[in-house]
Nanobody, 116 residues
Framework: QVQLVESGGGLVQTGGSLTLSCVASVGTITFSAMGWYRQAPGKERELVANINSGGPTEYADSVKGRFTISKDNAKNTVYLQMNSVKPEDTGVYYC??????????WGQGTQVTVSS
């Protein structure tokens, strides 16, 4: 059974930094892609950052230059380094993994709150 477990969320001040981690129960090398999504209250879930198995990454325009996604296959972990955070970065952050470009797996989410 594939499980994704996020951690690292919390309360941070505007301009601060936070690192989110997502540990997979299976090798991250088996995923076609892994990414971070977020959902703010009253809004739809949106892509924050994605990393494909070959290494290419993509970011939402709102986080480019501030957030960095990375993956450590030896630790079966995907990270999201969040720098210069803003109040609009507040939300529940979810880890997503795609296997075989068909099957989606989601974590339970971790809350990030940025105070102004």
């Amino acid at each position: 059974q594939v499980q994704l477990v996020e951690s690292g969320g919390g309360l941070v001040q505007t301009g601060g930094s936070l690192t989110l981690s997502c540990v997979a129960s299976v090798g991250t090398i088996t995923f076609s892609a892994m990414g971070w999504y977020r959902q703010a209250p009253g809004k739809e879930r949106e892509l924050v950052a994605n990393i494909n198995s070959g290494g290419p990454t993509e970011y939402a325009d709102s986080v480019k230059g501030r957030f960095t996604i990375s993956k450590d296959n030896a630790k079966n972990t995907v990270y999201l380094q969040m720098n210069s955070v803003k109040p609009e970065d507040t939300g529940v952050y979810y880890c997503k993994g795609v296997r075989g470009w068909m099957y989606d797996y989601w974590g339970q989410g971790t809350q990030v709150t940025v105070s102004s």
